[in-house]
């Protein structure tokens, strides 16, 4: 079996938060807890792989709704202020840095 490294980012209102790494075999499951601030409940929340910048392109395997991969779900838990992903059927490419997000409305830069 080969283990999948995957580095995850939470922006938050101050910034960026300390990054946290998540390990898994090929073939297997892992989850990934992104905590929220209080206000947030209601947003649209996602995750995003490489590099994730206000001004390019996102690759956004999942958001609240919807996957781009089904292999991905996004489970809200607004009560605790936390959504988690859920990566199932790991492969090799899921190897990277990831970030969570929250879409806010324009002019603000997503979280």
């Known amino acids: ?6 580095i995850i980012y939470i922006l938050t209102p101050a910034g960026i938060s300390a990054g946290t790494t998540v390990t898994g075999h090929t073939g297997q499951s892992v989850q990934i807890k992104c905590p929220y601030d209080s206000g947030y409940e ?21 958001q609240s709704g ?6 991905f779900s996004l489970d ?6 936390v959504f988690t992903i859920t990566i199932t059927d790991l492969r090799p490419e899921d190897e ?8 806010r409305p324009r002019p603000l830069p997503d979280l």
Do not use: H, N
Request: charge should be positive.
């Open 1 to 6: 079996m080969t283990f999948i490294w995957i």
């Open 42 to 62: 209601t947003y649209i929340k996602y995750l995003c792989r490489g590099e994730c910048s206000v001004w390019r392109t996102k690759d956004i395997p999942v």
């Open 66 to 71: 919807s996957a781009e991969d089904q292999r």
């Open 76 to 81: 809200d838990d607004t009560t605790a202020r």
């Open 96 to 103: 990277g840095t990831y970030w969570c997000g929250i879409k």
